[in-house]
Every structure is written in C-alpha cells, then in structure tokens.
C-alpha cells in the first residue's frame, strides 16, 4: 500500500512554525496566574518555561500531592522562590479567580478527573499527552471546555518543534510514493537532564508514554490520518514495543523502547523507488537527509525557542484570540487517543497473556522481570495512594510491592480457596500490609482478571465461587439464616440397573411403586411453591436411575411450564425411542446429560456390571440425534465422563465413540457437549498425573477440530482446567470430616427423593446408603413444604457431628463450597473479611450483580453450553 505525500492544507487555518515563533510578539494579554499541577521533573521544567514566558504570568502555584517536600526544596533552590508557591491543595486552585489557565503533569491516569475539576471551575487547560485513556472521556471534557468556552489543549510539543517542520519542509522535494516510514525512538531508562535524574513514567507503558508523540509527527508531516494497527508487540513487559500499521494510507514500522543503553531517535521514509528520507532528532541540532545526501544545519538552531516555549505562546495566543488555530487544540486530537485506546487495549491483553503463561506454572524462586514490568504500570498508583509506597520512582520499593502483588495474584488465580492467614505468612507481610495490597489488587482491572480468568482455579471462581457468594447464599449459611436453597436435585429415580463400582448406592435397596405416584405429586407441589427468581434451581438426578419413573416427562414439562430450565441426569440405559415416544416432555429439558462409564464393551461392563450397558446406551444416544432433529427441540445433549485412575486415554476414545455417534445417527445438530470430572473419591497418589493428562487433552483439542466433532463444547472440571492448557493446574481441593459444617448449607444445595427425605448432601441422597440417614434434615409431605423443613432445620435443628468417613457423602463441588465457607469464616475471625480481600467480585453486593449464574452443581456453566467453542466464560 503506497501513497503520495498528501501536503494539501489542513480544513482549519493553519499556523506555520514561522506565524507560531512571531507570537511571543502579539502576545497581549492581562497579567494572570497559572497553575502547574504536578511536581515532577516535566512539571519542574514547564514552571521553569512559563516563568520566562511571554505571557503576562505574575505567579505560578505549583501543585505537588505526591512529591511536596522535593518540590519545595527544587523552588527554594532557585530562582523562581519569588514567582513560585508550592502546595498540596488542588482546591485552592478553583477558588483562586486570578488563576486563568492550568498546566496538567500529573499522572496520566488522573488527567480525567483532573482537567474536569480545572474546567468546572473555569480555567483553560493545558494537559500533558497521553491526554486521556478513552476516547469517550476525551469527547466528555472537549464538550465541557466549548461549553464554557475555555481553551483545553493537549501538550503535543512536537506539532511546534522545529526540526519537525524543517523536515516537512523538505519532504516537499519528494514525489515518488512513500513505501514505508520507520520510526526508532529508543531512550535509556535512567538518565540525568536538565540537572534532573530521569526516569521515565511507570505507571504506562511506553506504547502509552512515547506514541503520542509519534502521531504527533506523523500529523506534522501528512496532516491528520486515521491509525490502523496491523501487528502490536511488546518486549521487556511493555518498556519496549514494536507497532505495524498504517497512517491513512502509509505504513509505519515503529520501534519503541525506554531501556535501550543508547538513545536514538529516528524517522526514515523510504519510497517505492528506494529513495530514503531521514531525520535524526537523537541530539540537537537536528541530521536531516534527503536521498542520501545530509543538508546543512539549521543557522538558527541555537537561538529559535524550544518547542515547549512555542507551544506555550500558541496556548496563550489561542486564550487571547479565540481563533482555532493552535493545532494540538483538545478537538483536534481526538482520533490520537482512539489510537492510544485501541493500541493500549491490545497492549494489556499481550500483558495478560504473557503473565498467565508464568501464573500458570509453580511460582518460582524469582519472578520474572517481564512480569514485573508488565504488572507495574497497572499497581504502581495504587500502591503509591495506599502508602505501600511513597516515591513512585524509588524502583526498589516498586518492585518489592509488585513482587508481592504478584504472588498474592498467583496465589489467588490458583488456590482461590487460600486464607488471608496464610497468605500473610507467604508474603511475609503484615496484616496491616495485606489489607492495602488486597485493596491495590481490588482496584485493578488488569488484577481483577488475572486472578479470576487467568490461572487455573478458573472453573472455581466463575462455576461455584462468585455465583454463590452473589446469590446471598453463603452470607446466609455464615449468619445461619434461612434462605429457600440455591440448588436441588430431584432423586425421583426408583432403581437403578447398573451397579457402578464407584457409586455409593445401597445395591439392595429401591423405591416402591407407590412411592412413585406419591412422590411425583410432592415434587409438583414443590416446583409449583419454588421461588420463581432462577431457572436454573431444579436438575433430576439420582439417587436412582431417573428414567425409572414413568412420570418423569410430565414432571419435567410442569417444570418448563413454571419457567425452570429442567435438566435430567441420565445413564442413558432407558432412553429409547419407545420411552421418548411416552415421555414426550423429555423433548421440553433445557440439558440432558448422559453419564457414560466406558467406551466399549468391555470398560462399561467392569464398571457398571451390566452386558447389555454398552451397546444400548450407544445405540439409545445415536436414536436420541436423530429424533432430536426431527422434533425440532432446543435441549442440549451431551455426555459426562469421569477420568478414573489410569485412564486418561479412554477420553480420546470417547472422542471416537462421539464422532461416530454423530456420524452414524445421520443428524444435522450433533452432540453439544462433553463434560470431563476428576474422579473424587480417589486421593492425589491414585490420580492421574497432570502429564498424562495434558498429553491427552492437546490430542483431544486437534481431535476436535475436526468437523464430525465441530459442535462439541468440552467443560473440564475444576483440576483439569490447568492440565486442559497444557500447564500444572491445581488439585483438586479437598477438605476433611473435621472442615465439614455442623448443619451443611442447606442454603446452598440440597436434595429430595422420591419420599420427601431432603438430604444435606447428593452423595447422601442414596436410600439405605449406610450411614447417609443422619444427614437427612427432614421429610417434605402433605403438611410440610420444602421451606417449612429448612427454616425448621436452621433454627431448630441439631448440629450433625462428622465422622471421619462422611466425606464420602461429597462430591468435588461440596469440598470447594465447605472451603469457601471456612475461607469465609476464617477471614472474618482474622480480621480481614472478603470485602477487605483482594477479589471486588467476591464481596457481596446484595442481588446488584446479576452476571453470575452457575448450573447446577456438576453441569456446565450455562453460559459455556451458549457459546459453543469458547474458552472462557464471558460473565
Ligand atoms: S452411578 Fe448411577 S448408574 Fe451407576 S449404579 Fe450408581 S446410580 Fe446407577
């Protein structure tokens, strides 16, 4: 792509660098008083400019909140003690009306709020670049200045630099169209200029620091052009970055970096006819060469006014006059930092990215730098505003405070479960200290993410975690209050015809006939009498083979009816053409979900010790597609599979078994989803190793790009997150009898069977399962709705003691919700509660938050069976 040097006039007048040097002259304006906010170096330098500018400026209030005492001295030290007050106050600038115009050097991350306080109480604004983060708020504060007719600038010094337009100039000789421009600007990280130790902004990135200015002389030269962004990359976390794109028409390949031992700033235009233009502002006097040949220096170099002195006269020219022509004018600006927002954006999920690759693996005995210094720019304010750091340029406190910051994320991101007790031992932090960084961490987007969507607790905070702590569940459970439960599974089931080897089901034991018909009319009643709040509150399970009852498909579509989104957990082994042909309701599930226990003959057999399991079950799926289709029904069907130890590889082979269940049912829609569990009831020694199955899951994930396997979501449980991405991931978290609550959270889950018996936990809901009846907490009937049995439960009922095997009564969703409840309990007694913790989302906000939603305990997040194929869950 190649286009000529567009040099036509900008649609404003325009003024040359000649008309912008003649306007110290015209300069007329009252004596005024200014304000500088912000005492850094660069805030330092422009008090010096404006105290010998042109304008009538009889005093500069210098704002420094963050470096007063520095401040102070540098004034106090110089000659400007007479012209110059030091304070802390912003305030005191908008009640001061001899004030006119306001500089803005602070950092970038305040410049919105503080250039619309300056506005609002009616001063001109000068803002240093980057302006603003988004575009939005730049359109914000343009239409508050017009509003009050002030005069709000962007201090793109280079729109006046000399060199730059000597360079436009002689750019004028070329008419072959431009290849491409290269921009290499390089600075050292710490320098000393001006008398004054340099360090660049640490709170950006240099994409965020240095592009503005590239724009700036992008604009310069070719007038304003849209910025398209082709390739962004970064290295050293962001202190160096290269951007491919295009401005307009013309390609750019910039180079950027702050950490480079040399520096260098250069700008090389090359033609399609390999002539070269070239200008080097690494040191003054400007090189400028034009094909090959170096023109002369500039005369005048040392006796023109910097840039900085130019650009503040056109600010008080365009205060004086009114007349639009200064061309860094905030208006004229807007398309930069859509460009600043768009490049920026990527920027930070390559950050996310690059940190997750490490946050993924065992923390190391020393952090990456790269990580630091992508984690830096977005902790460095906070830690400075809760005093974990006083200097923001003091790089060994930084990096102390980054370090911690990234191990408590580590932490987090992987062992969501983890007391602040113990964390304040890791970190080797105080109390005190945890409570600011959780609060640092709190107020970081960026940290917000990592923790939650990055490591490989990922299926705990966004399946179990948040959607609880936001449903008001836990808080209830903590205060023992009563609350209608979160979840119930329906064991409606009246035998079961398999004996899996796993299953904790008494094989002797099933419900009666009768208990059919009158456990059917209780679980109307109970779904008629739910609250009508969350659709996801009913799944039918078992307990028992559901398909036994032959009232199944009514039930389900009396629940449709009521506005649930019935789901059925199922053997698969009854699901036959003849008993959809009588459970017509079946067709009204939100999810059917078979369990499948092998993938041959022979594997299902050892398992469930049924012959006939394998091949009906098959065959009963292949029939299901196809009916599916010619029914025309929304439910969603897929297959659970329960990884037991040593084999991992039976999963490729479900795969198979999948692909040809899809293929040999001749149906349009195929099977949507495959829910991978670890299997629970086996300690970590027995299970399998994160090798393996990582092995596995990559061949699976090539496997399933292909298209008789195009439609599956595969949903990996919570300790197969990590391995299913290749990387260690955590155990799965367990607890012991003693962790166990004295009353459950009935609050939280819950299930009846067939006669009423509501069970604290659904590896308890089995009839005559040894042991299970001391968990039952009361028995739904005629005179006793659901709510009657838990509200007496909770403020009646006795505390059931554990005994040492009743772990066997959970399932992995009840280890991690008994963790969460410790983790709850455990904080509030130590005296950092979870609205004092590190994670916004796990703060309760009382029903405000509607965007987390969990199905029922062990099926996927519904969220992930609407969108098919995505990695994350989009909350
Ligand atoms: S696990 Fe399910 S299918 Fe297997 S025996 Fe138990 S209830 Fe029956």
Redesign the pocket.
């Known amino acids: 792509m190649s286009k000529s040097i567009d040099t036509q006039s900008m649609s404003r007048q325009e003024l040359t660098l000649d008309n912008i040097i003649a306007l110290k002259d015209k300069l007329a304006l009252d004596p005024c008083e200014v304000a500088v906010i912000g005492g850094s170096r660069w805030g330092k330098i422009m008090t010096g400019i404006l105290s010998r500018s042109s304008a009538n400026i009889t005093k500069i209030h210098l704002i420094s909140s963050s470096n007063y005492k520095s401040t102070l001295e540098w004034v106090e030290g110089s000659d400007l003690s007479d012209k110059v007050t030091v304070s802390t106050d912003l305030n005191s600038i908008s009640k001061n009306k001899a004030i006119k115009a306001a500089f803005v050097i602070n950092f970038p991350a305040y410049h919105y709020s503080t250039v619309k306080f300056l506005l609002e109480a009616d001063k001109h604004v000068l803002v240093e670049k980057p302006f603003v983060f988004e575009a939005d708020q730049a359109r914000e504060l343009i239409s508050l200045a017009q509003s009050k007719d002030l005069v709000l600038a962007v201090g793109l010094e280079f729109m006046v630099s000399g060199p730059i337009h000597r360079f436009k100039h002689a750019l004028k000789e070329c008419n072959d169209p431009i290849d491409e421009i290269t921009i290499i600007w390089h600075d050292v990280f710490r320098s000393e200029r001006h008398g004054v130790y340099k360090l660049p902004d640490m709170t950006v990135n240099v994409f965020v620091d240095i592009f503005p200015h590239i724009q700036t002389i992008l604009s310069v030269l070719f007038n304003e052009q849209k910025t398209v962004f082709k390739e962004i990359s970064i290295q050293d976390g962001g202190d160096s970055c290269q951007v491919r794109g295009t401005y307009g028409q013309l390609p750019f390949n910039v180079n950027l970096s702050r950490t480079h031992l040399l520096a260098s700033r250069k700008i090389e235009i090359t033609t399609e006819g390999k002539e070269k233009y070239l200008l080097d502002i690494t040191k003054d006097p400007e090189k400028i060469r034009v094909k090959d040949k170096e023109l002369p220096d500039d005369p005048q170099w040392q006796t023109t006014p910097g840039s900085l002195d130019l650009e503040i006269d056109s600010f008080f020219y365009e205060i004086q006059e009114r007349n639009k022509e200064i061309p860094f004018a905030a208006d004229r600006t807007v398309y930069m930092t859509e460009a600043i927002e768009d490049g920026n954006g990527s920027i930070i999920e390559i950050q996310k990215s690059l940190i997750s690759e490490f946050l993924l693996d065992h923390i190391s005995a020393i952090t990456s730098t790269e990580v630091l210094i992508s984690l830096r720019e977005h902790v460095l304010l906070l830690l400075l505003e809760e005093s974990l750091i006083s200097n923001p340029k003091d790089e060994e406190k930084i990096y102390y405070w980054v370090e911690k910051a990234y191990i408590l994320i580590h932490r987090l991101a992987n062992y969501p479960l983890t007391s602040q007790k113990a964390l304040v031992k890791e970190l080797d932090v105080s109390q005190e200290e945890i409570i600011k960084l959780n609060s640092v961490l709190r107020q970081s987007s960026f940290c917000q993410s990592l923790i939650i969507e990055y490591g490989s607790g990922v299926k705990y905070w966004k399946n179990t975690i948040l959607p609880l702590v936001q449903s008001g569940k836990v808080d209830a459970v903590v205060n023992n209050e009563y609350q209608y439960p979160h979840r119930i599974g329906v064991y409606l089931g009246r035998f ?1 015809m ?3 080897s796993f ?1 904790g ?1 008494n094989h002797n034991a099933s419900y009666g006939r009768g208990d059919i018909t009158t456990g059917n009319v209780m679980i109307k009643k109970m779904l008629e009498s739910a609250p009508k709040d969350d659709p996801y509150r009913f799944y039918i399970s ?1 307990g ?2 559901p398909l036994t009852n032959d009232g199944i498909g009514e039930i389900v579509t009396y629940g449709t009816e009521l506005g649930f989104k019935m789901s059925v957990y199922t ?1 698969g082994f009854m699901l036959t053409p003849n008993l959809l042909e009588k459970q017509k309701g079946l067709w009204d599930l939100d999810v059917l979900r078979i ?1 499948i ?1 092998g993938v041959d003959e022979e594997s299902t057999y050892n398992v ?1 010790k049924n012959k006939k399991a394998f091949n009906k079950v098959f065959n009963n799926a292949k029939e299901f597609l196809a009916l599916r289709d010619k029914n025309g029904s929304a439910v969603k069907f897929g297959f659970n599979f329960v990884i037991l130890p040593g084999c991992a590889h039976q999963v490729l082979e479900l795969a198979e078994l999948i692909a040809r269940i899809n293929k040999e049912s001749g149906a349009k829609r195929q099977i949507d989803f495959l829910t991978l569990r670890e299997d629970y009831s086996y300690g970590d020694e027995k299970f399998e190793t994160n090798e393996e199955l990582a092995g596995v899951f990559e061949k699976l994930k090539a496997r399933q790009k292909q298209i008789d396997l195009k439609d599956l979501y595969i949903d990996y449980g919570y300790a197969l997150y990590g391995p299913s991405i290749g990387k260690p991931g955590a155990k799965l978290y367990a607890v012991t009898h003693n962790n166990m609550p004295p009353k459950g959270y009935p609050q939280i889950s819950i299930c009846v069977d067939l006669l009423g018996d509501v069970y604290l936990y659904r590896e308890a809901g089995f009839l005559d399962r040894p042991g299970a009846d001391r968990y039952i907490i009361g028995r739904v009937s005629e005179e006793q709705s659901i709510e009657d049995v838990i509200r007496e439960f909770i403020t009646n009922g006795s505390e059931i003691p554990s005994e040492p095997e009743d772990t066997n009564y959970y399932d992995a969703f009840d280890h991690a919700v008994t963790g969460l409840l410790n983790q709850m309990n455990n904080d509030k007694d130590y005296g950092v509660p979870f609205d004092k913790g590190p994670v916004v989302d796990r703060i309760y906000t009382k029903g405000n938050d509607t965007r987390f939603t969990m199905a029922h305990p062990t099926l996927a997040h519904p969220s992930l069976l609407e969108n098919n194929n995505k990695e994350k869950v989009d909350l």
Do not use: D, K, P, Q
């Open positions: 079961c398999f004996f899996c299953c089901r078992g028992m083979e053997n369990s226990y469930t």
